[in-house]
Structures are given as structure tokens and as C-alpha cells.
């Protein structure tokens, strides 16, 4: 399989699932600003919708959308329950995280990144997200993570979402179970090695 990722972008979420899931991968860097690959390919026809995270399966198929790739990932590596089996009323819950933290936290960032945007749009996407975070600190409230006693790959979702609010001036700093969680997925084995992989596909010429 081969993940086309952007440093730092949401595609480190599958791209920390993949390594919590064992599975073998290449990573592939995509450069938004010539849209090509590292090896020299046109993104945009890997990729029609032209962002990040795309996932080329083994038979060719590329799986797109975020949420998707995640579950897929996830149903590699079942005996990782890092998604609850499918049909079941918990897989469910996991795809109402995976939907929430898609739709409410993800795509509200967007006027924060965008270099465009007016300070009124990026004020009202900052009081947009503290409500949603907040909504996420009260479900964390004695949970070690989302689903419960299991981490699984909303976790590795909403990771990304907090990573961000750093960089975006979303101060978080009233919800101290917020950055006790951050803390507890940091120090999580597959996160450290998907940083450090990022962190070298930076770097790298």
C-alpha cells in the first residue's frame, strides 16, 4: 500500500493508524504546491479531488476520504481492535466520532489555514471549535479514550485535531482533560514513529 500524505496535514491520522495497525506501507510526500508526488507523479490524477489522504491499496484501488481510510486501515488489523467489528452497535458509535470529528472539528479549520481569509471568519472559527472541544472534553471526562478502555482510529483523528489547535490559536488551555489525553496518544509508540517519518519526509530533499 502506499499513503500519499502532506507533513502535518490530516493524513497523519491513517498514516498513525497504519503504524498502529502493523501493516506495511510506503509513504509517499505530496507537494500542494506543484501537486506532485515525491516520485515525480501528477497528484491530480492519483487523486482527482487533489488533497490528502489518498491510500493506493495493493490492487491498485485508491481510497480516498479520511474517515474511510481510517475504518479500512482498522479492518486490516482487527486482533488491534482499533475499530469495533462491523454491524455492531459500538462500530457505529466509532463512525458518529469519525463523522463528528470530520464535519464539527476538521472543516471548521478550514478559514485558519487559509491565508485569504477575513480575521472575522477566523475569530468565528475559533469560537466555533472551543464550543466543539468542549463537547469532546466532557465525553473524555473519565474515559482514557474516545471509545472508552480502547484506542482506536478516532483517537488517531481527533490527535490531529488537537496538534492543530497549536498552530491556529485555538487556546485550549481551559480544558485541562484535552491536553491530558494529547499527552497519553504523544506518548504512544506508532504516533512517535509516524512524527519522526514525518519529520524526515520534511527534511528531505
Not at 497504519?18 to 507523479?41: I, M, N, Q, S, Y
Not at 485508491?62 to 462500530?91: C, K, M, S, W, Y
Not at 482514557?144 to 490527535?159: E, K, N, R
Request: aromatic share 10%; net charge positive; glycine share 6%.
Amino acid at each position: 500500500m502506499k499513503l500519499f500524505l502532506a507533513p502535518g496535514a490530516c493524513s497523519l491520522s491513517p498514516h498513525i493508524a497504519l503504524h498502529e495497525a502493523g501493516l506495511k506501507f510506503e509513504a509517499v510526500r505530496v507537494d500542494f504546491a506543484t501537486k506532485l508526488t515525491a516520485d515525480g507523479r501528477d497528484f491530480n490524477a492519483i487523486n482527482p479531488k487533489g488533497y490528502v489522504p489518498a491510500l493506493q491499496l495493493d490492487n491498485g484501488y485508491v481510497l480516498t476520504e479520511g474517515p474511510a481510510i481510517l475504518q479500512f486501515i482498522a479492518d486490516q488489523a482487527p486482533g488491534t481492535h482499533l475499530a469495533p467489528p462491523n454491524g455492531t452497535l459500538e462500530r457505529y458509535k466509532l463512525q458518529e466520532w469519525l463523522g463528528f470529528i470530520n464535519s464539527e472539528l476538521h472543516k471548521v479549520y478550514g478559514p485558519l489555514f487559509n491565508p485569504k481569509a477575513q480575521e472575522e471568519s477566523k475569530t468565528a472559527a475559533r469560537n466555533n471549535l472551543l464550543r466543539r472541544f468542549g463537547f469532546v472534553a466532557h465525553a473524555l471526562e473519565g474515559k482514557q479514550w474516545l471509545m472508552g478502555d480502547a484506542f482506536t482510529v478516532a483517537d488517531c483523528y481527533l490527535y490531529v485535531m488537537l496538534v492543530w489547535s497549536k498552530y491556529t490559536g485555538v487556546d485550549l488551555a481551559s480544558m485541562p482533560v484535552l491536553a491530558a489525553y494529547q499527552a497519553r496518544v504523544d506518548a504512544r509508540p506508532a504516533v512517535r514513529a509516524a512524527l519522526a517519518a514525518e519529520n524526515a519526509l520534511r527534511t528531505r530533499k
